[in-house]
C-alpha cells in the first residue's frame, strides 16, 4: 500500500490560541524551520480560542501581584493543580498580555486614563480579566491569524489528524496519520516534533459550548499511542449556557461569566435568587459551585418552564447593557431573547476539560518529539479552571512550545515511522466504508444522555457504573456500524464515525476517573461522597489504555510552592 508523504520540521496540531502562538514562536525561535500547522478546519475559522468571550486573566493593575493570580489559581483548583505548571501561567501571562498588545496589534478595552481595563470574574480576588468587549477570543486569533500567515508558515487546512506514529524503535514521535477531508484521502506527515494543541471539547454531554467538530481528537490519539492523560474526571461545566431549546444549536452557547461579574442575578423557576443559599459569593462563587447549585433548584423541582434557571441584567440598566455586552445581546437576540430587558433561560453547559496529557512546563511529554500545549493538556487547572485562565493557558504554554520545540529540533534527523501503526489505522478508520450504513445519531443522542445523565454534574458509584456499562455497549455497536460505500471527500458522515470513535474512548477515561476518585473536588462531584478528603493527602487521577483496556492509579500532589492552609502572599 502506497501513501502520500509530507515531511517538515515541526508539526503543530490546531490553530487556536496554543498552536498559532507555538508557530509564531518557533519561527521567531529559528527561521529557517520548516513550521507546518495542520487543523481540521480553516485556519483562523476555527477552534475554541475563537469563541471566547469573557477575557484573559493576568496581574496588571495596582494592588494586584502574580502571587495573588498564583493562589487564586491554585485555591480554585482545590489543590489539585500541578504548582509548578499553574505558576508558570501567572507569571509568563504578564509578557504573554504585552506580546499580544504591542507586537500583535490586540485592541483590549481601556479605562479613561488609558490602562488596560480588567473586569470582574468569578472565583477571583481581584479584578484581573483583560477583554475587547465580549469579543475576546476573536480579537486574539484574527491578530495571530495575521501573524502567522505573513511569514508564510505551512499550513494544511482540511487536515485531520487521525493518529500519532512512533519511529520504529518505538522511543520517540516519527510523524501523523492524518486525513485530507477534501480528498478522502490518508497523508503520513513526517516531523521531528510534534505539538499535540488540537484543544478538548466534551461535546459528548447533552448541553456543550464548543462546536460539534470538536471531538477530544487529541486526547483519543493521546490514550491510543499509550501515553499518560491526569484529571479526566475534571469536565467545568459552564453555569450559564443559553436555553434555547432542542430545535436549535444555539443551545449550550456560552453567555460568559462576566454577566454574573458585572452584578447579574440568578433566579430560579419560582423567580427567587437562590446563589445565597449555597455560597456567600453568591452568583460570583466559582463555576462549579454555581452550576451544581443551578443543578440542585432544577432537581428540587424549581427549574424553568425548559428545564433551567434565569439570568437577570436588567436591573444593571438595558441601555448598559447593550454597551457592555454587545456580543452576547445580539447572539440571544438572534435566538428571540432580550437579555438587557429580561429574562433568559440558561443551564450549565458542559465547557472545558482540566484533564489531558501529562506534560511538564517546557511542554514536552514522556514521548520525545511529542509537546503539548492548551487544553489537550492537564494539571494546570487542578479540578476547576477560573475563567479567564483557559486563553492565558494556551497562549502562555503555546509560546514556550515554539521556542522548546525549535531549539529541540536542532540538528536532529527525521526518524523512520512505524508503518505497521499507520497501515493498522487506515484499516480501522476504513472500516466503517465497508459496512452497510447504520443510523449513528442514534449513538451520539444516546452518548450525550449517558454523560449528561450519569456522569455529569453529580455522580455517584451507581450512575458512573451504569455509564461504564453503556459505553461499552455503544462502543460495540460503532464498531459493528458502518457509514456504507459513501463518497470519501468532505464526508460528513465518515467524520461523525471517527468523531463519536473517539468521544467513546475519551467518555470511558472521564467515567473510569470519576469511579477512582472517592471524594469531591471541584467539578468533580459525588453524592455519595460530598467531603473533599484530605488536602494535605491530595492525589490526581492517571489514566494509560493498554491491550487490557484502561488502567487507573492515583499519583501524589506535588506541594513544591505551598502547601494547604498556607500562602505565599506576604501580609502589608
Known sequence: MSIATHETDILI??????????????????????ITIAVKGLLGKCGCTRMVQGGYNVALAEGDSVERHFMDTIEGGKWLSDQDLAWTLVSKAVERIHELENELGCFFDRNPDGTVHQKAFAGQTFDRTVHKGDLTGIEIINRLAEQVWSRGIDRLEEHRAVELIHSTDGKSIAGVLM?????????????????LATGGGPTMYKYHT???????????????????????????????????????????????????????????GNHERFMGNYDPRNERATRDIVSRSINSEIRAGRATPNGGAYI??????????RKQFKGMVERCADSGFDLAGDLVEVVPTAHYMMGGLVFKKDCSTELSGL????????????ANRLGGNGVANSTVYGGIAGEEMARWVGSKNLQECNMEEVFSSIKAHEAPLERPAGDIELIRDALAECMWDDVGIS?????????????????????????????????????????????????KS???????????????????????????????????????????????IQFTMVKPGETILVET
Open 459 to 507: 455522580r455517584t458509584k451507581e450512575s458512573l457504573l451504569r455509564a461504564r456499562t453503556k459505553l461499552d455497549q455503544l462502543g460495540q455497536q460503532l464498531d459493528q456500524m458502518g457509514v456504507g460505500d459513501i463518497q470519501r471527500q468532505y464526508s460528513v458522515t465518515w467524520q461523525d464515525w471517527m468523531n463519536l470513535n473517539n468521544l467513546i474512548l475519551v467518555s
Open 371 to 382: 509537546f503539548a500545549a492548551g487544553e489537550d493538556t492537564g494539571g494546570v487547572h487542578g
Open 510 to 556: 472521564v467515567t473510569e476517573a470519576a469511579i477512582s476518585r472517592e471524594n469531591s473536588r471541584g467539578a468533580h462531584y459525588r453524592d455519595d461522597f460530598p467531603e473533599p478528603g484530605s488536602l494535605q493527602e491530595s492525589y490526581f487521577t492517571a489514566v494509560q489504555l493498554s491491550e487490557q483496556g484502561l488502567r487507573i492509579e492515583n499519583r501524589p
Open 312 to 321: 437577570q441584567m436588567s436591573h444593571l440598566g438595558p441601555d448598559n447593557v
Open 13 to 34: 496540531l490546531g490553530s487556536g490560541g496554543a498552536g498559532l502562538f507555538a508557530a509564531l514562536h518557533a519561527h521567531q525561535t529559528n527561521p529557517d524551520l520548516h
Open 179 to 195: 486525513l485530507n477531508m477534501q480528498t478522502g484521502q490518508f497523508t503520513l506527515v513526517r516531523a521531528k516534533a510534534v505539538l
Open 210 to 268: 464548543p462546536s460539534g467538530d470538536k471531538s477530544c481528537d487529541g486526547l483519543a490519539m493521546a490514550l491510543r499511542a499509550g501515553l499518560t492523560l491526569r484529571d479526566m474526571e475534571m469536565v467545568q461545566f459552564h453555569p450559564t449556557g443559553l436555553l434555547a431549546g432542542s430545535d436549535t444549536r444555539m443551545t449550550g452557547t456560552v453567555l460568559e461569566e462576566g454577566l454574573r461579574g458585572a452584578g447579574g442575578y440568578l433566579l430560579n
